[in-house]
DNA sequence: TTTAATGCAAAAGATTTGCAACATG
DNA sequence: CATGTTGCAAATCTTTTGCATTAAA
């Protein structure tokens, strides 16, 4: 799951802007790190980025690594999958539902669409393999972070 | 965020069900731990659950709530939200896509759709926050896993 | 030169495992 | 009664933190 050059080039323009508008410095380490995952679809964890910056250069540290990665998700220049910062939830909920993601808190709220549970995916999904469940995932700011974040 | 006594009720009896099914024992904390789950929409994590349980039941320990949850989420009695079992993924691809998640090895695969973009929500999704995002999750099992596991 | 960022090592947090004691079917 | 399940304690794995050193602007 190579990205195109160009994109990535873009991706890296895009960083190093955000970067320097906020005054945060660019160093070796963060250009490698985003530059691993700029070039990557396949959605790698903390450490398959240290193994693979690693390479490049051997003395970086893992948690140079996380750091970094918080950072950017902080800068909005990567997104997490799943529970970010949390850990795994449990839902015993096993009629169709879908959900909101508070992005700060983590607070996680079901609700309910006849409609969004037919939504049509485009034949290109049934390729990658057998479909068991489909749902909405949204995100934003619970109205109780909104309150103290302002 | 309580669950209908009747809806709670039907929960139970499907675990009972299904345990019994498969020849698994109905413990008494077994029991405890999925009522809790059946019992609450808030998706709490393995330490919520263990310190509730542990209200009604001191000498439960925290490797048996694990257990049990896995247990359950194997059985197909309970959901995980966020990518279970592993650690945050991270992404630095900032247009607009959709995921499909392989549930038994953590595969994704990005996936694009115009349409899926412009999915809308049912309006009482605005009252629980701000919306930042919105996107479709399909899980499933890949061609990998097909393969191998039959 | 100033301040933020890094690397190291140690700590903290989350989850898993081995094993003897115990409870369920 | 046989086997699967529990609780404990220790191990493992993931992520975070304090602090002296180093590098970017």
């Known amino acids: 799951m190579k990205i195109k050059k160009q994109e990535v080039e873009l991706r890296m323009k895009h960083f190093e802007t955000v970067c320097r508008n906020k005054g ?16 990557t679809g396949d959605h790698p964890d903390a450490d398959q980025i240290f193994q693979r910056v690693r390479d490049r250069m051997p003395t970086i540290s893992l948690d140079t690594v996380y750091r970094t990665l918080w950072l950017l998700n902080d800068l909005g ?19 169709s539902h879908h959900h909101f993601v508070c992005g700060q808190c983590g607070f996680t709220r079901d609700f309910y669409s006849t409609e969004l549970n037919n939504i049509r995916l485009p034949d290109s999904v049934d390729s990658l393999g057998e479909i068991d469940a489909t749902h909405v995932e949204v995100r934003g700011v619970c109205r109780e972070c909104l309150k103290k974040g302002g």
Chains 1, 2 share one sequence.
């Open 77 to 95: 220049l990567v997104v997490t999958l799943g529970t970010s910062r949390e850990p795994t939830r449990f839902d015993a909920n096993l009629n």
């Open 24 to 39: 945060i410095k660019l160093t070796h380490q963060r250009m490698e790190i985003f530059s691993e995952i700029a070039q």
